[in-house]
């Protein structure tokens, strides 16, 4: 599907299209960071994503901080949400 999608939204002239299927290897516990708090495995997910795409460890990131990482993440959400209805408002 995400190759579809991918090939749906690229112009044909920056890549060809391919049908292939994305392969994947699977991290070991060693690297792969793990939560105890129920409740913050979506937190951890989503900057555990950030770090790789930023190529940058995952260290540091750990249940004493991750209170901290879930507040700026929602102000983060809640001040781009503000810019949207702000310009809908200027626009009227």
Do not use: W
């Amino acid at each position: 599907m995400i190759p579809a999608m991918l090939s749906a939204h690229i112009p044909a002239n920056i890549g060809p299209i391919s049908r292939k299927k994305f392969s994947f290897r699977r991290r070991s516990k060693k690297y792969t960071p793990q939560n105890t708090q129920v409740g913050d495995c979506g937190v951890y997910s989503l900057k555990f994503v950030e770090c790789l795409a930023l190529g940058v460890t995952f260290d540091g990131i750990n249940d004493q901080n991750i209170q901290g990482l879930r507040m700026k993440m929602a102000a983060d959400i809640l001040a781009e949400g503000e810019n949207v209805v702000t310009d809908q408002m200027m626009a009227n």
